[in-house]
């Protein structure tokens, strides 16, 4: 179902608040406070390998090996 109100002078606006982004926001903060998620990321294997096979050089890819 689909939600929302047009504002007179705004546009439409949506009325529904869904939680689906609170998880990535608390991973960002986790990520801030202990560099937890990155450390993580740059250990996984095929995290580094899609990231290579796409053409990304450098930085931590290349101080990883």
Partial sequence: M?????????G???TDHLGI???PILAMLA???SELV???????????TGL????????WLEAGK
């Fill in 2 to 10: 689909v939600g929302g109100v047009v504002v007179p002078g705004f």
């Fill in 12 to 14: 439409w606006v949506d």
């Fill in 21 to 23: 982004d609170q998880g």
């Fill in 31 to 33: 990520n801030y406070r």
């Fill in 38 to 48: 990155w450390q993580v990321m740059q250990r996984n294997p095929h995290i580094r």
């Fill in 52 to 59: 290579e096979r796409a053409g990304f050089t450098g930085g």
